[in-house]
Structure formats: structure tokens, C-alpha cells
């Protein structure tokens, strides 16, 4: 990776452990800003979902991925969550880097501070997660549900590692997906 580009990220991660949350949300988009100048794509995507993990309700984030993902694949996924930005809805602001799963006798859900439960989950094989909205957020798009859905599953995702753990994602009807601990998805 790129010394500046690291720094970059570094810091805006150092910012977020800080939980200074505004410092850290600006130094995500510088960084993936300086990436999108470096051709880094998907380092760009990384850090813009970076900064969009502490406020999933944030506008600009998902503009800024949606101006790259052409490059990446994911062109209707991000135009699919800015459209459930604009339209009417009840959900508080909050950020998905506290996402837990929560498993009882009855089930499991995916809970995040201020938000509540989100989703419910069932593993019905060992490498596949079935994930439905909880009535509350059943206009959640797919790609705000694969980043809870990634936080929920990795607590400390290794961002530096070649070969990420995977595992396949079907998400209220959508075709399956697979899904890494940096957050990477596409296709099954």
C-alpha cells in the first residue's frame, strides 16, 4: 500500500478508537479520496465504507462510492441505498462498528447501539448466513445490511490479511453473495 495512503487511514482509524467521530469520518473520505488519485479503487471503496460504518445514515460517503463503483461492481447496490436515503423513514442515526450478534433459544438477531436489533439471522450450513430486516428497517438495502452483517461477524476484521475469511450471504430474497471480514462482496 501507498505510505501516504496508509497514514491516511491510520489516522483516520486512530481518530475512531478515539471515538472522535467527526475527525475520523473526515480523514476516512480524505483517504479514500487520495485513493480514487492513485487509481486504488478498491482502497477507496474501503475507506469510504470505513467512514460510512460510523454513521450508516451518512449522505456523503455513499455518494462518493456510488461515483466509483462502476469501477468495482457495485453500481446498483450503492444506487439502491442512496434511494433509501431519500425516501421516508424512521430510523435513527447510527453506526454499525458495535454490531453483535445476539443468540437466544429463539433465534439470533444483529443489534447495534442506539438502533437496537436489525436483522435475523440463521445459519442453515456453515458457511452461509440468511439475514432478514426486522419490520423496523424492511427498506434496509443490501449493502447497509453486508456491513452490519460483516461488523456483526468479524469484531476485528483483519484488514491487512491476503486471504480473508469468507462466508455466503443471502439477504431477504436477494441472490446470494459472498462476503469477507475487510467487507469485500460480490457474486456467488
Same mark, same amino acid.
Given at each position: 500500500m501507498n505510505p501516504k495512503l496508509r497514514?491516511?487511514?491510520q489516522a483516520a482509524e486512530a481518530a475512531a478508537r478515539k471515538n472522535d467521530m467527526a475527525s475520523a469520518v473526515r480523514k476516512f473520505?480524505?483517504?479514500g479520496?487520495?485513493?480514487?488519485?492513485l487509481d486504488r479503487w478498491r482502497s477507496a471503496e474501503r475507506n469510504y465504507r470505513a467512514a460510512l460504518e460510523l454513521d450508516l445514515?451518512?449522505?456523503? !460517503?455513499? /455518494?462518493?462510492? %456510488?461515483? =466509483?463503483?462502476? *469501477?468495482?461492481g457495485h453500481e446498483r447496490d450503492w444506487?439502491?441505498?442512496?434511494?433509501?436515503?431519500e425516501g421516508p423513514r424512521s430510523w435513527p442515526h447510527f453506526?454499525?462498528?458495535?454490531?453483535?450478534?445476539v443468540a437466544s433459544d429463539t433465534g439470533a438477531i444483529v443489534?447495534?447501539?442506539?438502533?437496537?436489533?436489525?436483522?435475523?439471522?440463521?445459519?442453515?450450513?456453515?458457511?452461509?448466513?440468511?439475514?432478514?430486516?426486522?419490520?423496523?428497517?424492511?427498506?434496509? !438495502?443490501? /449493502?447497509?445490511? %453486508?456491513? =452490519?452483517?460483516? *461488523?456483526?461477524?468479524?469484531?476485528?476484521p483483519r484488514a491487512e490479511t491476503t486471504r480473508p475469511h469468507t462466508v455466503?450471504?443471502?439477504?431477504?430474497?436477494?441472490?446470494p453473495v459472498w462476503l469477507d471480514e475487510r467487507g469485500d462482496w460480490g457474486p456467488d
Amino acid at each position: 500500500m501507498n505510505p501516504k495512503l496508509r497514514a491516511l487511514s491510520q489516522a483516520a482509524e486512530a481518530a475512531a478508537r478515539k471515538n472522535d467521530m467527526a475527525s475520523a469520518v473526515r480523514k476516512f473520505i480524505v483517504a479514500g479520496d487520495y485513493a480514487v488519485t492513485l487509481d486504488r479503487w478498491r482502497s477507496a471503496e474501503r475507506n469510504y465504507r470505513a467512514a460510512l460504518e460510523l454513521d450508516l445514515l451518512w449522505r456523503e !460517503p455513499v /455518494a462518493r462510492l %456510488l461515483k =466509483i463503483a462502476d *469501477r468495482l461492481g457495485h453500481e446498483r447496490d450503492w444506487r439502491a441505498y442512496i434511494h433509501a436515503l431519500e425516501g421516508p423513514r424512521s430510523w435513527p442515526h447510527f453506526g454499525c462498528r458495535s454490531a453483535r450478534v445476539v443468540a437466544s433459544d429463539t433465534g439470533a438477531i444483529v443489534e447495534c447501539n442506539v438502533a437496537g436489533p436489525l436483522l435475523e439471522l440463521m445459519m442453515s450450513r456453515v458457511d452461509l448466513v440468511e439475514a432478514h430486516p426486522v419490520p423496523r428497517f424492511a427498506n434496509m !438495502p443490501l /449493502a447497509m445490511a %453486508l456491513l =452490519i452483517i460483516r *461488523r456483526a461477524l468479524w469484531i476485528a476484521p483483519r484488514a491487512e490479511t491476503t486471504r480473508p475469511h469468507t462466508v455466503r450471504v443471502v439477504y431477504g430474497g436477494h441472490e446470494p453473495v459472498w462476503l469477507d471480514e475487510r467487507g469485500d462482496w460480490g457474486p456467488d
